[in-house]
Every structure is written in structure tokens, then in C-alpha cells.
């Protein structure tokens, strides 16, 4: 008899810690959410600057000349929910885009805008910027310079020089044509440039994740890749003619290349030619290893 009612018991507690679980949820995504929508003419060549606080923004390229702001706002109550503002300008050929939050915004009634906007390719993403957020740049003919303190950035067919800052994020990049510079603290930087703009100097630095670039061609482009806790990868064509000096402190060095004239090599450093030499490929990690491959 003892024995049931101890089951009893614990069936109880346990029931009774599935319902506050229950109301815990239920609790948590009580939030108000509304969307919007806007479009405005937008002619191609101008340029857009968004600035927003906990969101992300993703942008598009498209071939209409307008630009279309869809999004979502949430905040935890009906009330700041409608004081959560989103402000639109556009004049001398700049579309500005702001999240504006009221007076006396704190924690308890804390919320964010998030962004999905398109507009034509070509197009200067002149400041994009989000405190907490992912940011996104896709199919833009022009300079994105993108900037978040929390979140991850992913640029996909930008054509133009671009510029990706993070703090605590992965900075994400594929099809780049032209200058590229990638800072992150905490966060991988993963690059693959179809063609960098000629006789440019790209830069690609982490403090706590590794540096993988591929890179389709090798013109003029001086590479500045740096890390301190993790591993660089470097890939390029078979035929390149390049400056190559690669170190790290704690980790090996390996390449594919054939070496033409060495200038320093041991365990740790290496510093040569490659092919004819040219452009400085310049790889520095202090806890990793380093590996230049042929694509």
C-alpha cells in the first residue's frame, strides 16, 4: 500500500511539473507579432542604408526598379508593440530604413524588427547594420559594406567591394567579385571569390574560429588572412604565381604547391615563391595549422 501511494505521488509531481513546463512555454511565446509591407519606386543605382537594433536583414537584388520592405515587429506587449516604429526616407538618392524604438524601451518590454527587403541589383548597400542579428546580402551589383555586433553575415553574388564586421558571428561569402574584407571576433570566416578586384589587398581576420578561402583566380590581389585559435585553408588554381608567407606558433604548415625559390622555411614558417611570385599571400595563426591546396 506504502509503495502505491508513492507512485501515486510521484505520478502528481511529475503531472504537475509537465503543466508548469506547459505554462513556462506558453508563457515564453506569448509575444505580439505584426507584419508589414512596403514598395517605393527605386530607381537602380542608388543606394540603401538600414539601421536596426534585435533583427536581422536580409537583402536581394531583383530586376524591377523598386525597392519592397517586408518584415515582422514582436515585443512582448500589444502596447510596445505599436510604439515599435518602422521609419522609411528617401532623398539624394539614398533609401534610409530605421527601426525606432520609444523612449523608455527596456528589457520588460524589449522587441525587434526583422527585415526581408528587395531591390534592384544594382544597388549600393551603403550601411546595413544590426546590434543583434544576422545579416544577409544576396545578388547585389555594388559595394555592401554590413556591420552587426551579434550574428552571423552571408553575402552570396555580390559584385562589388564588400565589407563584412562581426563580433560574435560567422562571417559566410560565396561568388564574391571584387574587394573583400572580413573582421570577426568569435566566428569562422569561411570566402570563396570568384574574381577579386585586381591590384586590391583583402583582409580576413578571426580571433576564435578558422579562415577558409577559395579562390578561383589569383591576379593581383594581396591576401591578409589572420587568426589566433584556429586552422587556415587556402585554395587556388594549379598555375599561380605568387608571394606565399604562412606561420603559425602552435600547429604545421603544408602545401601542394612546388616551392621556386625558399626564402625561410621550418616547421612553424615558411615564406617562398610560387611559380613566377607575385601578389603576397600573407597567413598567420597562432593554435592551428595552416594548408595551401591546388583547387
Known amino acids: 500500500m506504502g509503495k502505491s501511494n508513492a507512485q501515486r505521488s510521484l505520478l502528481v509531481v511529475a503531472t504537475l511539473a509537465l503543466s508548469f513546463c506547459d505554462i513556462e512555454e506558453i508563457g ?8 508589414f509591407h512596403q514598395e517605393h519606386a527605386m530607381p537602380a543605382g542608388g543606394r540603401l542604408s538600414v539601421e536596426n537594433v534585435n533583427g536581422s536583414v536580409e537583402v536581394t537584388g531583383w530586376d524591377r526598379d523598386r525597392i519592397e520592405i517586408n ?13 515599435l516604429k518602422v521609419d522609411t526616407h528617401n532623398a539624394a538618392g539614398i533609401f534610409e530604413i530605421r527601426t525606432v524604438r520609444p523612449d523608455g524601451w527596456s528589457s520588460r518590454t524589449h522587441g525587434g524588427v526583422r527585415y526581408r527587403i528587395r531591390v534592384p541589383r544594382k ?11 544576422s545579416l544577409t546580402a544576396v545578388s547585389i551589383d555594388g559595394p555592401v559594406k554590413m556591420r552587426t555586433t551579434n550574428g552571423s553575415i552571408k553575402l552570396d553574388a555580390v559584385n562589388g567591394e564588400a565589407e563584412a564586421l562581426s563580433t560574435n558571428g560567422s562571417i559566410h561569402a560565396t561568388g564574391v567579385r571584387g ?3 572580413a573582421t570577426t571576433t568569435n566566428g569562422s570566416v569561411d570566402l570563396t571569390a570568384e574574381d577579386l578586384e585586381p591590384g586590391a589587398s583583402n583582409r580576413i581576420k578571426t580571433t576564435n574560429g578558422h579562415v577558409t578561402l577559395a579562390l578561383r583566380s589569383v591576379k593581383v590581389n594581396d591576401i591578409d588572412a589572420a587568426t589566433t585559435n584556429g586552422a587556415i585553408s587556402l585554395r587556388m588554381p594549379a598555375n599561380v604565381n605568387a608571394r606565399l608567407r604562412a606561420s603559425t606558433s602552435s600547429g604545421r604548415i603544408s602545401t601542394d604547391y612546388p616551392v ?7 616547421r612553424r614558417h615558411l615564406e ?6 607575385g601578389p603576397l599571400l600573407d ?9 595551401i591546396e591546388k583547387n
Open 71 to 83: 518584415g515582422a515587429k514582436d515585443a512582448a506587449s500589444k502596447e510596445a508593440l505599436s510604439r
Open 28 to 35: 515564453d511565446s506569448s509575444r505580439f507579432m505584426e507584419d
Open 260 to 266: 621556386e625559390k625558399l626564402i625561410d622555411s621550418h
Open 272 to 277: 617562398a615563391s610560387l611559380g613566377t611570385g
Open 283 to 291: 597567413l598567420r595563426t597562432t593554435n592551428g595549422g595552416i594548408r
Open 123 to 133: 544597388t549600393r548597400l551603403e550601411r546595413i547594420h544590426s546590434t543583434n542579428g
Open 179 to 181: 574587394r573583400f574584407t
